[in-house]
């Protein structure tokens, strides 16, 4: 058992590492009906709509569960059953869990898939869009969590406004640490959830929506408890959740913004998380691992390790070394190669990123492993 007062360094790419505060905040019980809950939820939705400069433009409807169900909500409300098309651009799991959701409901779409290491094309999309009238959205991940990539969204864009398509994006794992401008950005609509870089708790996840675009989108939906239309008219009417809201996440996520304002903004926080990955893939190097993308294609996220191929290297040895002494890593790969990943997103400092090192420095000498034996023979 680990001792539960012990702070966890979660190194993984969500649920996160929250501030000692961020979980005080939920110390409380929230009528989910009274002035007090509504008035809170007001003002977090229209944070969320102005980090990303959406105040006048977009409207933020948060939905209950985690970050793929404001996916999967999302797209249900905006890609017409009749009419509609996704182009889907899949370089990772998560892109291709947009494609799985979109088969399900039975949304018609194509898509382009590059490697896990390689962003899509811009010229490339304008081809496919200039080929098939039918595709109505472009539907994009920001940075593709599978291997920490940065997808080149403004490029992205620009090109699917050039087509006249409208783009929906799925900005879950940078949102409030990669900057997103959408005065700037032509984008219908940006998903996200709480528990990521907004360093709060997970249970909430929520979509930036231009207005016009939701307003057309009534009856779209195919489930109930995922129409983000119909949520946000009673939002509008009643200013409530249409049912129980996740009241403690949304205090948390209040308390959250509010630390994201001190560490000052969007700015600041992506910085903290550079810093944290440039230590971490700098000492990463330095013990012979080798890593998954070069520095050019690497947002500031979440780091992929590429396994070592020698025999001696146990990665379930060096997982539950570090996780009894406080360091979570994620336990599984999601790319098509065998690695593992390493965040550097959530309350987590560069001495963290540093006692996470030294940990895995420890963990890789016990197997009998020096910088030598880490790096591919030859
Ligand atoms: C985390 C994440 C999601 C949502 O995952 P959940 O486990 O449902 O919260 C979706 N897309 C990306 C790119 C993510 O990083």
């Given at each position: 058992m680990t001792d539960p007062a012990m702070r966890q360094i979660l190194l993984t790419p969500g649920p996160l590492t929250t501030s000692d505060t961020v979980k005080q905040a939920m110390l409380a019980d929230w009528g989910s009906r009274s002035p007090a809950f509504i008035e809170m939820t007001a003002r977090v939705r229209a944070r969320l709509a102005a980090l990303a400069g959406g105040t006048d433009s977009h409207v933020c409807v948060p939905v209950q569960g985690s970050g793929t169900f404001a996916v999967e909500a999302a797209l249900g409300t905006l890609v017409?059953?009749?009419?509609g098309k996704a182009l889907v651009l899949v370089n990772g799991a998560y892109c291709r869990r947009i494609a799985r959701i979109l088969a399900l409901i039975g949304r018609a779409h194509s898509v382009y898939e590059t490697a896990e290491d390689t962003p899509p094309d811009a010229d490339e999309i304008a081809r496919r869009l200039a080929a098939d009238p039918a595709i109505t959205h472009v539907v994009a991940v920001?940075?593709?969590?599978?291997?920490g990539i940065l997808n080149p969204l403004a490029d992205i864009a620009a090109t699917v406004a050039a087509g006249g398509r409208r783009l929906i994006v799925d900005s879950m794992s940078g949102f409030g640490a990669l900057p997103l401008d959408l005065a700037a950005l032509p984008c219908e609509a940006v998903i996200a959830s709480a528990?990521?870089?907004?360093?709060g708790v997970p249970g909430v996840g929520f979509a930036l929506i231009e207005k016009a675009a939701l307003e057309a989108a009534?009856?779209?939906?195919?489930?109930l408890s995922l129409d983000l239309h119909d949520q946000w008219q009673y939002m509008e009417r009643?200013?409530?959740?249409?049912?129980?809201?996740?009241c403690h996440v949304i205090a948390a996520l209040d308390r959250a913004l509010d630390e994201l304002d001190e560490e000052g903004g969007v700015a600041a926080r992506g910085a903290r998380y550079q810093r944290n990955c440039d230590v971490l893939r700098a000492g990463l190097r330095e013990m012979g691992f080798k890593l998954f993308l070069g520095d050019n294609l690497q947002a500031p996220i979440i780091v992929t390790v590429r396994m070592p191929?020698?025999?001696?290297?146990?990665f379930d040895a060096l997982y539950r070394r570090l996780f009894e002494r406080g360091v979570v890593l994620?336990?599984?790969?999601?790319?098509?190669?065998p690695s593992f990943r390493i965040g550097c997103i959530g309350r987590i400092f560069e001495a963290d990123i540093e006692r996470a090192l030294g940990e895995i420095g420890s963990a890789v000498a016990a197997m009998g492993l020096n910088a030598a034996g880490l790096k591919p023979a030859g």
């Open positions: 017409p059953r009749d009419g920001h940075c593709e969590t599978t291997s528990n990521k870089c907004l360093e009534a009856g779209n939906a195919h489930a009643t200013g409530q959740w249409r049912f129980t809201p996740p191929g020698d025999a001696r290297f146990d994620y336990p599984g790969a999601v790319t098509q190669e």
